[in-house]
């Protein structure tokens, strides 16, 4: 006669051995009956949209920056058929208070299709020293931005970021300071340059902008 021992040893030594006639029976009884359940049971698929064709993005948007407030990448092909400001900003300069009419002009035309790229640097004057939370955090309290704002960059020089050398490249200007703007119509094709003296407010900007936006891509 076996000892109970016997039996516990045998168990550990063999510790799927007890269920896997049950395991067979209960596989057998999901495949006969998974048809009809299946049919009767499974939840649709939720909707996804389809990601934009390359075609439908203009060169000019076809990159990827951080976002400021938790650096997740982000496509800037979201904004194609928009018109486009780009500008690249700063917290301690003469001009940081264009950051106030920035968001109005984003606020006044958002729903016609005007969106504001914001693109925090420390190359002029090392007027952006902060982190890219202290950056947020600065823009929401003091001024409410809530047009989009990516991470720290370089917009001059050796390190110029892909999209800077190509707005320069279109444009023929570089960025002489912070607050420079560039304005981009609704096919990414026609660019134009504005010096960080231009308020956001100037009424040859603001002309420019509701033009761009009473045109189709």
Known sequence: MKSRNDGLQTRAQHPCMPALGLFALLTLGALVLAPAASAQTRPAAPATAAPAPADN???LLQHRFDRLQDEKPQS?????????LVVNTASFCGFTQQYGA?????????DRGLVVLGFPTNDFGRQEPGSNASIAAFCESTFGVQFPMFAKTTVVG?????LYQQLAQRTGERPQWNFHKYLIDRSGRVVRS????????DPSLVKDIERMLSEKS
């Open 57 to 59: 993005c203009p060169a």
């Open 76 to 84: 800037l092909c979201q904004y194609a058929g928009r018109v486009t």
């Open 102 to 110: 920035l968001e109005a002009l984003y606020s006044r035309y958002k």
């Open 194 to 201: 504005y010096a960080s003296s231009v308020d956001p407010k």
């Open 158 to 162: 050796s390190g110029t970021n892909p």
